[in-house]
T-cell receptor, first 117, second 112 residues
């Protein structure tokens, strides 16, 4: 596609519910990132995929967070048993090249805003 | 401990004047720096990058300056336009890692 597409754009969940956030990266992009942006903060790294391989998940805040990219294109970020502190905008970004190569500019989607009540 | 800091949460500038957005970092090993612009309800949009081996990069109205000894970079926008009103983030990356570390952003308002 022309850009990175994320769905849903807005999600309200009750505390304890599971949520799934979807990311459609730019076609052919090798690298895919998930970032979390809390209100008034900058994006914080969650996890990185190179094709279907999850090479870095050091930023996932707890084992309630899980991400996958089974065929090397679409990715899903799943949050189990949501808590109020999970409320944030979840940004997906993709890049054409490998993460360590050159500047490797990230193209971001519009984000999924999660509100946990 | 924040490795990338944007100490000015907001900035107002008159249309046509220069906007200067600042960013400080603590890790001297960072090899690439990016600036992003973000409008409400949209994702961050890439503006300009600079490698640590350079001290300046220019693209149209946007110029980024890097002062490695001071661990400081700045984004200059000349002339500023009302459409430049947005939140600006700087981001930095360590060599051999995947992730960019972002600052907390500076909200720029360009007054017509």
């Amino acid at each position: 596609g022309a850009g990175v597409s994320q769905s849903p754009r807005y999600k309200v969940a009750k505390r304890g519910q599971d949520v799934a956030l979807r990311c459609d990266p730019i076609s052919g992009h090798v690298s895919l990132f998930w970032y979390q942006q809390a209100l008034g903060q900058g994006p914080e790294f969650l996890t990185y995929f190179q094709n279907e391989a999850q090479l870095d998940k050091s930023g996932l805040p707890s084992d309630r967070f899980f991400a996958e990219r089974p065929e090397g294109s679409v990715s899903t970020l799943k949050i189990q048993r949501t808590q109020q502190e999970d409320s944030a905008v979840y940004l997906c970004a993709s890049s054409e090249g490998l993460a360590g190569a050159g500047a490797n500019v990230l193209t971001f989607g519009a984000g999924s805003r999660l509100t946990v009540l | 401990d924040q490795q990338v800091k944007q100490n000015s949460p907001s900035l107002s500038v008159q249309e046509g004047r220069i906007s200067i957005l600042n960013c400080d970092y603590t890790n001297s090993m960072f090899d690439y720096f990016l600036w992003y612009k973000k409008y409400p309800a949209e994702g961050p949009t890439f503006l300009i990058s600079i490698s640590s081996i350079k001290d300046k990069n220019e693209d149209g109205r946007f110029t980024v300056f890097l002062n490695k000894s001071a661990k400081h970079l700045s984004l200059h926008i000349v002339p500023s336009q009302p459409g430049d009103s947005a939140v600006y983030f700087c981001a930095a990356r360590s060599p051999g890692t995947y992730k960019y570390i972002f600052g907390t952003g500076t909200r720029l308002k360009v007054l017509a």
